[in-house]
């Protein structure tokens, strides 16, 4: 199956600084999700993306589809301490196999 | 709508003995997921159904674990017997063909 690589693996950020994670797949891939996983809960979907280049945006966070289809980054501005959690990326096969990345864990400094 | 539901929330068992979980999904959600997700890292992936159907076990320890998805809505995975590397969540998921993943609470394994 698709694997998806995350880096940083854990990110302390001060509230109100800016950060990005990053999701990297050394194969293509058809389209990529973004899920998020408070401390003790679920994941959660926060996003797809599907076309080259793609660019979504939610309030405060900016999703990208690498060009190749083979990357993508969530980038958050202003972090506050409702962003604490984990950002998971995870990718789709043809027959909607839903593979996930290991994570990136956010801690928040207020 | 209903979201999936997961039962029971918390089980602790000794080391060789079974256990099962529960789901029931979204209706009308053709694709249902089971993972394993242990502490600090990723969902992985153990099963996956379209309907009644398996499209992918491969990371399934067919040795000690089984699953099945009768009549194409309800599901259950059992541990049999069970390891003390098996504590983990595990963590049901259904979605309608390759759309949003919409997951249960989860079932907090320990075995001790």
């Known amino acids: 199956g698709q694997q998806v690589m995350q880096i940083p693996q854990y990110q302390h950020v001060q509230e109100g600084e800016d950060f990005t994670t990053y999701c990297n797949s050394s194969?293509?891939?058809?389209?990529i999700q973004w899920y998020k996983q408070r401390p003790g809960g679920h994941p959660v979907f926060l996003i797809q993306l599907v076309k080259s280049g793609e660019v979504k945006k939610q309030k405060r966070l900016t999703f990208q589809f690498g060009e190749a289809k083979k990357n993508s980054s969530l980038h958050i501005t202003a972090t506050q301490t409702t962003d604490v959690g984990t950002y998971f990326c995870a990718a789709i096969s043809n027959d909607y196999k839903l593979s996930f990345g290991a994570g990136t864990t956010v801690t928040v400094r207020a | 709508e209903a979201g999936v539901a997961q039962s029971p929330r918390y089980k602790i068992i000794e080391k060789r003995q079974s256990v099962a979980f529960w789901c029931n999904p979204i209706?009308?959600?053709?694709?249902l997921y089971w993972y394993q997700q242990i502490l600090g890292q990723g969902p992985k992936l153990l099963i996956q159904?379209?309907?009644?159907?398996?499209?992918?076990d491969s990371q399934l320890p067919k040795d000690r674990f089984s699953a099945e998805r009768l009549k194409g809505v309800d599901s259950t995975l059992k541990i049999q017997p069970a390891k003390l590397e098996d504590s983990a969540v595990y963590l049901c998921?259904?979605?309608?063909?390759?759309?949003?993943?919409?997951f249960g609470q989860g079932t907090r394994l320990t075995v001790v």
């Open positions: 194969t293509t891939l058809s389209n």
């Open positions: 159904f379209q309907n009644n159907g398996v499209v992918d």
């Open positions: 209706s009308g959600h053709a694709t």
């Open positions: 998921a259904s979605s309608s063909l390759g759309s949003v993943a919409f």
